[in-house]
């Protein structure tokens, strides 16, 4: 989708992308092992146009330039570990020059989007239909967040915990949530009795195996994040049975909670975009009063290609 202003986009500095990105995303949001922000591009450099995806995988980058971007928005990092070379010898350093030969910035935003307002997290929340939003686990707000000066009371940090406007069967829930994503291979998994109502939620887009504790305390009927992996997951389930059995006395409540709904990683990360595409070009033009248009890819990044059942 392009989002077109109707105008012709004359394009703003690189440099001044960044600072509004950074302040819609602020980059005190990050994980304290995370480094988002600008990772290719000279500052200098004329942004008229953004491409946005998940994950920046060499097709994305053939997307970005064929679509003429100068910039490449994205949430999943290029580097997640220190690197010594950025040579053609790799698909990364091929990345990084290919972007650099088209003048074509590289933008993440990442744990810092997860917990921002409008970000990655509220996204999914929103879209599951999750009312009376807080986060899972709350992180101080940055003075500087776009959203702090229009004078909205901040509630920012990683997850968001909601309640759905009416209880609903685990089975028609967990539906809903893969009626959301995009179709993938993998599709959603899901643990726990269909019938069982559920109606307060815990959402955190992306691998989110190791926030069971904060799950746990927070009292949810259901979990919805990704990339749950087998022992994790088998010990948080049986934990909820054995517990639901303790509680099994006549006048107390032996629901199973919470139950588990494992998405896609990238699919459910995706969901951002139905802000940013919005969010971003309208932040632009506030702060510089230039028009830039962004469009956001269609294709899914999840890397898995054909499945056995």
């Not at 997290?121 to 776009?146: H, K, N, S």
Request: net charge negative; with cysteine.
């Amino acid at each position: 989708m392009v989002i077109n202003t109707g105008t012709k986009a004359t394009g703003a500095s690189l440099d001044r992308v960044v600072k509004v990105l950074e302040r819609l995303y602020p980059l005190s949001y990050a994980e304290d092992w995370d480094h988002p922000g600008l990772i290719v591009g000279d500052p200098r450099w004329p942004v008229s146009r953004i491409y946005a995806a998940v994950d920046p995988t060499p097709q994305i980058v053939d997307e970005a330039l064929g679509a003429g971007a100068q910039l490449l928005v994205c949430h999943h990092p290029l580097f997640f570990h220190s690197v010594h070379e950025v040579s053609g010898l790799g698909f990364r350093g091929a990345i990084v020059n290919r972007l650099i030969e088209a003048h074509c910035g590289l933008w993440v935003g990442h744990t810092n989007a997860d917990a921002a307002v409008r970000g990655v997290a509220q996204a999914a929340a929103d879209a599951m239909g999750l009312l009376d939003q807080r986060p899972l686990e709350p992180i101080q707000a940055d003075e500087r967040d776009w959203s702090a000066q229009s004078g909205e009371n901040l509630s920012v940090g990683l997850g968001r915990v909601g309640r759905l406007e009416q209880p609903m069967r685990f089975q028609d829930f967990a539906s809903r949530v893969a009626a959301l994503l995009p179709s993938t291979q993998l599709g959603v998994q899901a643990a726990g009795d269909p019938d069982t109502l559920v109606q307060k939620v815990a959402v955190l887009p992306g691998s989110g195996d190791s926030m069971f504790d904060q799950v746990r305390a927070s009292g949810v009927d259901v979990y919805v994040t990704s990339d749950l992996r087998h022992h994790p997951a088998t010990d948080a389930y049986q934990q909820a049975l054995y517990e639901a059995q303790l509680r099994a006395q006549p006048g107390n409540d032996s629901q199973v909670r919470p139950l588990l709904v494992n998405t896609p990683h990238s699919a459910i990360e995706s969901l951002w975009f139905s802000y940013a595409r919005q969010d971003i070009p309208a932040a632009l033009k506030e702060a510089t009063g230039l028009s830039v248009n962004l469009q956001v890819t269609t294709h899914a990044t999840d890397p898995w290609t054909f499945v056995f059942r």
